[in-house]
C-alpha cells in the first residue's frame, strides 16, 4: 500500500467510524442484533475485494460482470460474510476535497447499513409493493434508482437505503423528523424496517 493509500484508508476508516457513532442507538443494536455491524475499508476495486473475501471464506469466484458491477459501488454488503465493504479508492470519490469525500463516504455507509436493515427486516409484501413505492418517492431517489439497473425485487431495499442514508445527513445537520418532501408511506417503511424513531 502507497503512503497516499494508506493515509486515504486511515481517513475513510475515521469517517466510517464516526458515521457509525452518529447512527441512533436502537439502530446500532439492530445492525448488530442481524450480524451487520462490521465493516472493511479497502484500497481495492469493491468488486475485487468482495470477490477476495468471499473467496478466502470458501465461496465460488465471483463473475467478471459481477465484479465490474460491484466496482461500480463504492459500498456493499456482503450478506454472506455480514459484512459491509467501502473502497476508499472508489474511482469517483478520488477528486473530491476533503469535506466531500467524508460526506459521500458516511452516506456510503449508512445507505448500506440501512440495505442490510431492509434485506433482513422487510416483509414479502414490502418487497412486491418497491415499485410502487419507488413511484411515491421523490424524482431524484426514483431515477437514481431506476437508472440504477437494479431488479424490482430490489426496489425496496434500494428505496430504503436511501432514504436512510439523506434522513442521517439531515439529521447530522441538525434537520431531524420527516422531510416535508417524503411520503408518509415511505418514512414509516422506513422507521419500521431500520428502527428510525426521529
Known amino acids: 500500500m502507497s503512503a497516499d493509500q494508506e ?18 442507538a436502537y439502530d446500532r443494536h439492530l445492525l448488530q442484533s442481524i450480524g451487520a455491524s462490521q465493516w472493511l475499508i479497502t ?11 468471499l473467496r478466502s471464506a470458501g465461496y465460488e469466484r465471483l463473475s467478471e460482470r459481477a465484479v465490474r458491477d460491484l466496482n461500480a459501488a ?10 459491509v465493504v467501502i473502497s476508499a479508492a472508489h474511482e469517483p470519490l478520488a477528486e ?13 455507509a449508512w445507505h448500506e447499513w440501512a440495505h442490510a436493515l431492509s434485506v433482513v427486516r422487510a416483509t414479502r409484501e414490502d418487497v412486491a409493493a418497491g415499485e410502487r413505492l419507488l413511484d411515491l418517492a421523490p424524482s431524484g431517489i426514483r431515477d437514481f434508482v431506476r437508472r440504477g439497473g437494479y431488479r424490482r425485487s430490489e426496489y425496496t431495499h434500494e428505496l430504503v437505503a436511501e432514504i436512510y442514508a439523506l434522513l442521517m445527513s439531515r439529521r447530522r ?15 414509516n417503511l422506513v422507521r419500521r424496517v431500520s428502527g428510525w424513531s426521529e
Do not use: F, K, S
Open 7 to 24: 493515509r486515504r484508508w486511515r481517513r475513510a476508516q475515521q469517517i466510517v467510524e464516526h458515521a457509525w457513532r452518529d447512527l441512533p
Open 43 to 53: 484500497t481495492e476495486a469493491t468488486g475485487r475485494a468482495v470477490d477476495d473475501l
Open 74 to 83: 463504492a459500498g456493499v454488503w456482503i450478506a454472506e460474510l455480514r459484512l
Open 96 to 108: 473530491l476535497d476533503d469535506r466531500t469525500y467524508e460526506a459521500m463516504l458516511a452516506r456510503v
Open 173 to 187: 445537520r441538525g434537520q431531524p423528523g420527516q422531510p416535508p418532501w417524503l411520503h408518509d408511506e415511505i418514512y
